[in-house]
């Protein structure tokens, strides 16, 4: 049982980039899957989250508009589709997922599983 996040890589300002969770031996149907992300000398932040019936989502205000998660029908892989980054944003992106039908929260602690992390770099 295993998440494998993926997408990662330097973009410019401006620029986009298409994280993907894709999770092995368990299904994110009626899950909630998070994405965090940390820099450096800086707290882990929650992103953004997905319902576990995939029709609400949260994002951290500092992305919203920029930052769309999506899941696909499949319920095996999760999407974070990140458009007009900024320096800002580079940090080491984790997907997560919680317990059967329990609630997204931007607090770490709900998520048991977690998949390695991508590095995404934005230069200005």
């Known amino acids: 049982v295993q998440l494998q996040a993926s997408g990662g890589g330097l973009v410019q300002s401006g620029g986009s980039l298409r994280l993907s969770c894709q999770a092995f031996?368990?299904?994110?149907?009626?899950?909630?899957i998070a994405w965090f992300r940390q820099a450096p000398g800086k707290e882990r932040e929650g992103v953004s989250c997905?319902?576990?019936?995939?029709?609400?989502?949260y994002y951290v205000n500092s992305v919203k508009g920029r930052f769309t998660i999506s899941r696909d029908g499949a319920g095996s892989t999760v999407y974070l589709h990140m458009n007009n980054l900024k320096p800002d944003d580079t940090a080491v992106y984790s997907c997560?997922?919680?317990?059967?039908?329990?609630?997204?929260?931007?607090?770490?602690?709900?998520?048991?599983?977690w998949g390695q992390g991508t590095q995404v770099t934005v230069s200005s």
């Open positions: 997560a997922t919680a317990k059967y039908r329990s609630t997204c929260s931007r607090s770490p602690d709900i998520y048991y599983l």
């Open positions: 031996g368990v299904s994110f149907t009626n899950r909630p």
């Open positions: 997905i319902s576990p019936a995939g029709n609400t989502y």
